[in-house]
């Protein structure tokens, strides 16, 4: 695949062999991305933020779609605690522990993060919540359930993939918001236990939601399904960022099968929702 120049300058993947050597107006599921915010636009600052047993795919996905155009988002890997965070790749299914990636960023108080050598702090336009096994200690997480409610309130993009949106939910952030989480999630009803005012939506590949703030501003909500469909949605923020045709060529050069509708979710069948 043929890639921007730095592309990877800030992604710890490229890290990662010497890591495994070592070791309310809202469009909602059913809309297509549309091409009403294709003007030239400044990129998003993006903390992808990490912790123990974060779900490898679930950050790998929308992490090689979004490096791919930088003109979109700058990522930055954040953690509460910088260096190398183990993450799962489906361990809750019998799978394995993954590959450490290196948060080269760390969460502060505020919504805020900087570099983990102690550079100025700077709020990001923009959050990535990723799910995994690590989400079920997470909730509990003080610290970072309180750094997610004030980031978000801050942020331009929200974007959460698989049980990313059940931990954001139990920050409060998404209350009264349309959002959708991992399948099996939603199905065992963990979601919607831990965060019953959140609108759940039991059958969409992703779903999006502009909420408008006070002063005019507006916050851009994306949760996606299970797994890769953070890809899905991540080719939809591009869309909304760059146009279609960005997103349709970053999704080929990839050689990945887009699934541009957002209500169309086979998977909510097969667990029965």
């Not at 969460?107 to 079920?136: E, H, M, N, T, Y």
């Not at 963990?190 to 019953?196: I, N």
Request: glycine share 12%; with cysteine.
């Amino acid at each position: 695949m043929q890639m921007m120049p730095g592309c990877f300058a800030r992604n710890p993947f490229a890290r990662m062999t010497r890591l495994l050597g070592s070791v309310q107006c809202s469009r909602e599921a059913g809309s297509r991305p549309g091409p009403q915010q294709q003007q030239k636009q400044k990129p998003l600052t993006m903390a992808v933020v990490l912790f123990p047993g974060f779900e490898l795919l679930d950050v790998a996905a929308p992490g090689e779609l979004l490096g791919a155009v930088p003109d979109v988002a700058r990522l930055f890997y954040a953690a509460q605690f910088p260096g190398p965070i183990a993450s799962s790749c489906s361990e809750l299914a019998g799978g394995t522990v993954g590959p450490s990636l290196v948060a080269t960023h760390r969460l502060l108080q505020g919504g805020s993060i900087s570099d983990a050598a102690g550079g100025q702090p700077f709020k990001p336009d923009a959050i990535f919540i990723p799910g995994g096994k690590g989400v079920r200690g997470e909730v509990s997480n003080d610290f970072l359930v309180d750094w997610m409610r004030e980031a978000a309130h801050e942020a331009d993009v929200v974007l959460t993939v698989c049980t990313g949106s059940w931990l954001l939910g139990v920050s409060g952030a998404l209350d009264g918001i349309p959002a959708t989480s991992n399948k099996n999630a939603l199905r065992n009803g963990h979601p919607q236990k831990a965060a019953p005012n959140v609108l759940w939506q039991l059958e969409a590949r992703w779903v999006e939601h502009e909420l408008r703030r006070s002063g005019g501003r507006t916050t851009l909500f994306i949760t996606s399904s299970g797994v890769s469909a953070g890809g899905d949605a991540a080719l939809a923020l591009i869309a909304r960022r760059a146009g279609m045709e960005v997103a349709r060529r970053v999704a080929h050069r990839a050689e990945w099968s887009w699934q541009e509708d957002s209500s169309v979710d086979p998977f909510a069948r097969d667990y029965g929702l």
